[in-house]
């Protein structure tokens, strides 16, 4: 199975669409859950993926083709993966205002972490990608949240996350929302620079995380 899962990874990192879609099937199929692809697969390809790029081995037309075939092979997993989660409380535990900061295209890791959320009990408001920090602070405060998660790939577009928080406290509402950070160019100790109250690697940390931001909010 180990064998199979490394197939899979391999032919995701290198854009075989057909072939990553066939391994997918056969391994949703044989009963490999949707947390285990993600974990085994899809993050560390992805991994892979960014490092090349940042180290010049792959180029745009590599990234074009592993987006393609990580796209087609996330929709059958995405929906395994929801039938995996399913609503475990009847009772929502927080409302979160997710969000893939201004000049990052990237949605895949957001995803994964909204259905995490939701599977928990949190009531999430996805505003997509690419947005700015104007709107996100808008519809927090819109929408009641209770914690503003940032999702950001790139580290060329870290400031996005920064500009949030720079923002509400131009507003004076830092102290309304709890902040929590993600993603692949992002860590700990640069988090708390910036003033984040959290920092998640994983939609699994991520949960832990709202739970107890919403916790101290309480």
Not at 18 to 45: D, H, M, N, Q
Not at 111 to 120: A, T
């Amino acid at each position: 199975m180990v064998e199979k899962l490394e197939e899979l990874k391999q032919a995701l990192i290198n854009g075989k669409k057909e072939e990553a879609e066939e391994l997918t099937k056969k391994a949703l199929e044989e009963g490999i859950s949707g947390k285990r692809l993600i974990s085994e697969v899809i993050l560390p390809a992805s991994k892979v993926v960014g490092d090349r790029y940042e180290h010049g081995e792959f180029f745009l037309s590599e990234l074009i083709q592993y987006g393609d075939t990580l796209e087609s092979i996330m929709v059958p997993i995405m929906d395994h993966l929801k039938k995996e989660i399913g609503d475990k409380r009847e009772e929502r535990v927080g409302r979160i205002l997710l969000a893939t900061v201004k000049g990052d295209l990237h949605d895949i890791g957001k995803n994964i972490v909204r259905l995490f959320l939701e599977g928990n009990g949190f009531e999430v408001d996805d505003l997509g990608v690419d947005v700015p920090a104007s709107e996100i602070i808008d519809k927090a405060v819109n929408t009641d949240a209770d914690v503003i998660a940032l999702s950001c790939l790139m580290s060329v577009t870290r400031d996005g996350v920064k500009e949030v928080i720079e923002e509400l406290n131009k507003r004076g509402l830092r102290s309304n929302f709890a902040v929590l950070v993600g993603g692949r160019s992002t860590n700990e100790k640069w988090a708390k620079q910036i003033g984040a109250d959290k920092w998640a690697p994983d939609a699994i940390k991520a949960v832990e995380a709202a739970f107890s931001l919403i916790k101290q909010q309480s």
